[in-house]
């Protein structure tokens, strides 16, 4: 009978071990998948952050360039009132996801780059002097755009496609 009770008892603690470790790996398994989904999120938010930011750099680049060239080309005070107006609106919406990108993206390359183009883009404002100027502006602002969203892509790029690792896809 003694045989029986060990071999009893020894099954018994043998099943609550065995419940213990699946438990515990499936507590892990849990919570893999959501850091991966947190990182997943925060990636996202940090791909709308470059996104917008880009295109409202974009609008007021187009806008900047048409009360510019309607300033070179002397037309009403009307139009250029109402394309300054619009001008005022597209450098409004550069803020929002300026802001959203310095919360989300602490990456230097990233937010130099980010700064430069939002800079050269307010630039132009100073360049309505000739069409040369204008153009010469908006030339600056554009290549500072495309090297924001180079730079942008490189940064938000998944780690396993990162020549090294030392970049975290969830920084």
């Not at 419940?19 to 959501?34: H, K, L, N, Y």
């Not at 187009?62 to 070179?72: F, H, I, K, N």
């Not at 300026?98 to 360049?127: G, K, N, W």
Request: a positive charge; charged letters at 25%.
């Amino acid at each position: 009978m003694l045989p029986t009770l060990i071999t009893a008892a020894l099954a018994i603690v043998a099943t609550l071990l065995g419940a213990i470790v699946s438990g515990r790996f499936q507590e892990r398994a849990a919570e893999r998948q959501v850091r991966a989904a947190h990182g997943e999120a925060i990636r996202r938010d940090r791909l709308e952050a470059v996104t917008a930011l880009a295109c409202a750099a974009s609008d007021h680049r187009t806008a900047m360039w048409r009360r510019g060239d309607a300033v070179l080309k002397q037309a009403g005070p009307d139009r250029i009132e109402a394309l300054r107006g619009e001008s005022h609106m597209t450098r409004s919406a550069i803020a929002r996801p300026q802001v959203a990108l310095r919360v989300l993206i602490e990456d230097q390359a990233v937010r130099t780059a980010a700064d430069r183009m939002v800079t050269l883009t307010y630039a132009m404002r100073d360049a309505f002097a000739t069409t040369e100027d204008l153009t010469a502006a908006r030339e600056a602002a554009k290549d500072a755009h495309d090297t924001f969203v180079n730079t942008a892509a490189h940064y938000l790029r998944p780690a396993s496609t990162h020549p090294t690792t030392s970049q975290e896809s969830t920084r």
